[in-house]
């Protein structure tokens, strides 16, 4: 039987206590290890007959037999876990290269694209600085014609000047969103 002492008493009430709150005791949740505890055998005595110290020794041999058996055929069994056939090896390697060669050409098409990639980014800048320099260009030169003088210049010294009503010609359009001119238009 267990000692009831004070302490163990104390122990007891405190798991009670716990238990009913719903609390983690041990044991609870978790499964103990089973544990075996150690058999005192008493030493064999002169009272005994002969008989049975004989059938003890028998019976302990046997199983000091029988675990050396079953160690062996367990180290048998590890032994053949841990070797490796030449099939499993060569499976292993072969694996082994095309996992490798799988690897490699992963990292060079990585490579590639990357490449590409930068490349595509020095293009598109390049291509933003051209427009940049004909957008600059363009206005350069938009603000550098006057039209006013265009004007003053072409009636001026080429002596040019407005149609009038006669020299305007009118025609209807089809349905056609462009006209084509085959011969010149005709005067009156």
């Known amino acids: 039987m267990d000692r009831t002492n004070r302490a163990v008493t104390a122990r007891r009430s405190r798991e009670n206590v716990r238990n009913a709150r719903g609390m ?16 005192n055998i008493p030493a064999v005595r002169g009272t005994q007959d002969r008989r ?5 020794k028998a019976s302990s041999a046997k199983t000091a037999r029988r675990a050396h058996a079953v160690s062996r055929e367990t180290m ?11 099939g499993f090896v060569f499976f292993l390697v072969v694996i082994s290269v095309a996992v490798l060669f799988c690897c490699v050409n992963y990292l060079q098409l990585r490579a590639d694209i990357t ?8 293009l598109e800048s390049e291509l933003s600085e051209l427009r940049e320099e004909n957008n600059a260009y363009e206005s350069q030169v938009n603000s550098s014609v006057d039209l006013n003088r265009i004007k003053k210049i072409a009636i001026g010294r080429l002596g040019m000047n407005y149609p009038g009503e006669e020299q305007k010609k009118t025609y209807s359009m089809s349905n056609n ?8 238009v005709p005067d009156k």
């Open 24 to 39: 983690y005791v041990d044991g609870n949740t978790v499964r103990r290890l089973q544990e075996v505890p150690e058999r």
């Open 52 to 56: 049975q110290r004989k059938t003890t």
């Open 76 to 86: 048998r069994n590890r032994q053949k876990a841990m070797s490796m056939g030449r």
């Open 115 to 122: 490449g590409r990639i930068k490349n595509v980014a020095v």
């Open 177 to 184: 969103s462009y006209v084509r001119q085959y011969q010149d």
